[in-house]
Every structure is written in structure tokens, then in C-alpha cells.
């Protein structure tokens, strides 16, 4: 399953948001803040277990997750609902700041990374960003996350199945962007940069997902960097 090209600007009906943490008073504060703002929170956990029982019943498009659970810790939790569907984004809203929490949480198939001192607004922009596929990470996070990017595109590739090698065309606009992306700029500083829409920025991406035959940005970013297109 590719990147949804949708924006929040195209959207009509609400997002759906699911919040996980352990702590009542926290986790209902959350809820009712971003229910108050339009959003459609279609469930709630307290521990790991029940958050993935909850989140394969509820469906929600983005679970905010807390990573210090009971049961089941966050980091599994997460492995486990994206396995299950993978058109489901992860917003991490935790009071660690730890570098190998964070890495692990992307690992886990995080798509952002908040710390729980953001402001409500800061939490509902990192939302409705999440949903349409950005990766939102408190500010200083983001350079580490794309570092620990280039650190695993050196690694060597898995062994090739022997016949002829991919080689994908992709369009000159098409790899202009998916430059912009290893470096780590948002799809909307892309659209900024290269004087074109959000949406036009989200087609590329998804166009050249296809035709790479990747899943995701996480995945795209690493190919990028493995190509050096970081560099240039």
C-alpha cells in the first residue's frame, strides 16, 4: 500500500484518532482537546493489550501512542497494529526525549515522534500532518532520525534474486523531489522550494513509491541516501 495523496485541505469528513496512554487524566485530557478541535476520537487504551485490540476494532487513521505502557510497550504495540494495517499512522506522544527511544519508535514504524511538553496546537498540526503521511518530529529530532536514515542506508543490501536488475525512470520533477525528501524537508517545504502544490509534491511521491516498488517515505528516504542523493 502506497502514500495516500490526500491533504487536510481535501478532506471533509474528520480524522479518526485513537489515544493510548496510561495515565486517565492524561489520555481523557488528550481525547476531549482533540475531539474539541474537530477530530473523531473512535477509541482509547490505558495498556499495550488492549490498545491493539481496540485499534484493529476502531480502524482509527492515526493512533497516538504513549510509549510507556503496561502489558505490552509501546515500541510492540506499534509493530503490531501497522502490521496489521499498514494505512495506519503512528504518532508517538511521549515525555522521553531519549535518542534510542525515538530511533526505536521509528524502527517500530512510527511515522512521527512528539515530546508531551508540545502545546495543543503543536499536537493537532503534528495530527492532521501524521494523517496525510508527513513525518512530524519535535524540533531536533528530525536531524537524528535522518542520520540514523544514512546510517542504515550504509549498510549492505540484502542479496538480489539473480536476473535482470531493476532500473525504475523516474521523471527529472520525480527526482528532484525525492532529493528534497532525503534531505529531510516536509512535503510542504517541498512545495515551497520547487514553487508547486502540496498536492503536486504528494503525486510525485506516491508516483515514484510505485514505479520503486516501496511502501512508504521511510523506505523511499533510505533509497534516496543509498543513492547519495542527499549529497547533491
Known sequence: MTETTETTEDRRDPIKVMVVDDHPMWRDAVARDLAESGFEVVATAGDGDQAVRRAKAAAPEVL???LNLPGKPGV????????ADPALRV?????SGEHADVLEAVKSGATGYLLK??????LQDAVRRTAVGDPVFTPGLAGLVLGEYRRLAS???PAQDTGEP????????????????AKGLSYKQIA????????????HVQNTLGKLQLHNRVELVRYAIERGLDDE
Open 64 to 66: 497516538v501512542l504513549d
Open 76 to 83: 510492540q504495540v506499534c509493530k503490531e497494529v501497522v502490521a
Open 91 to 95: 504518532l508517538v506522544l511521549s515525555a
Open 117 to 122: 511538553s508540545a502545546s495543543t496546537e503543536e
Open 155 to 157: 549498510e549492505p543490501a
Open 166 to 181: 531493476k532500473a525504475p525512470r523516474l521523471t527529472d520533477r520525480e527526482t528532484e523531489v525525492l532529493r528534497l525528501v
Open 192 to 203: 515551497e522550494r520547487l514553487v508547486i502544490s502540496h498536492r503536486t509534491v504528494q503525486n
